[in-house]
């Protein structure tokens, strides 16, 4: 009996030995739990559906492609506020991996001390939304760059891709707010009168979380110029391992048409024949 027992917390020890934690911000691994519902992850084939955002799209499609690359490890989670905390332990080996996807402009910057994926999104592909308050008549009715005149805008420069694209388009003010929840939250108060975000999944692509609901200008988007990738940590010990697999995985995906497939599905790429792209 006392041989059972130390047999099975040896086997228990080697199994959490072997799970890799991932540091997940809070409210998309909500979604990711609300959309999987139980499902086993790597079969998941369908996209569509409730709580399903681009940020869900990566974590489902990181976890297949690794596994496709022949990585078996497996993930177990921790959420909270971790933003660009996320950072820091991938360059010191805390974190292994990212599943929320990078730009490439904010990739590069780490490069001595990550590993970067071949790209998840393409350069071009990401079209994102003008998301604003539904009382923000100002913002619902632009047509064109020189509506975007008398508006106000919200990023991060920590986001280099997103700040850069704002920076290029002729706004009355661009504010800085490092936190993506309170970015939301100014613009559900119209404290400030818009954000770029990805076309949500919803009929309507509009987004709600918690007290916070913004909706998008109908028919009109912006593209963001930069690709986005996975990076895998140098320093955590399984990154060498972990980045040959994902590469391998993510062609894999791309041969057989899986990761356009999931980001249409999701919402996140639309028929632009549906749009005015109106910084191209």
């Known amino acids: 009996m006392l041989l059972l027992l130390v047999q099975s917390t040896l086997v228990t020890a080697l199994a959490r030995q072997d799970t890799i934690l991932i540091y997940i911000r809070d409210d998309v691994y909500e979604d990711y739990l609300q959309f999987i519902d139980g499902r086993d992850v790597l079969q998941i084939t369908n996209f569509s559906g409730k709580n ?11 976890q297949q492609a690794l596994r496709l690359g022949g990585f078996e490890h497996k993930f177990s989670y921790a959420s909270g506020k971790v933003n660009f905390r996320n950072t820091k332990m991938l360059q010191n080996g805390r974190l292994l ?8 402009n904010d990739a590069l910057p780490l490069a001595d001390k990550v590993f970067i994926s071949q790209a998840v999104i393409r350069n071009g592909e990401y079209v994102a939304g003008i998301y604003t308050s539904p009382k923000n008549t100002k913002v619902l009715s632009v047509k064109n760059l020189q509506d975007l005149k008398q508006l106000s805008a919200v990023s991060t420069p920590l986001w280099r891709t997103d700040w850069q694209t704002l920076q290029s388009l002729p706004l009355k003010e661009l504010v800085r707010e490092d936190s993506w929840l309170s970015m939301a939250r100014m613009v559900n108060i119209q404290w400030v009168d ?25 028919n009109i988007a912006v593209v963001l110029n930069d690709s986005r990738h996975f990076v895998i940590s140098k320093a955590h010990p399984k990154g060498a391992e972990a980045i040959k ?14 990761i356009k497939k999931a980001y249409q599905q999701a919402g996140f790429f639309i028929d632009e024949r549906d749009i005015t792209i109106i910084n191209r």
Do not use: C
């Open 245 to 258: 697999a994902m590469n391998e995985g993510i062609s894999k995906l791309r041969q057989k048409g899986a």
């Open 97 to 104: 991996i990212s599943f929320d996807s990078y730009w490439l």
């Open 194 to 218: 818009f954000l770029l975000m990805a076309f949500n999944s919803t009929p309507d692509k509009s987004f709600t979380m918690d007290v916070v609901h913004l909706v998008p200008v109908k």
């Open 52 to 62: 399903i955002r681009r940020d869900v799209v990566d974590m489902i499609l990181a």
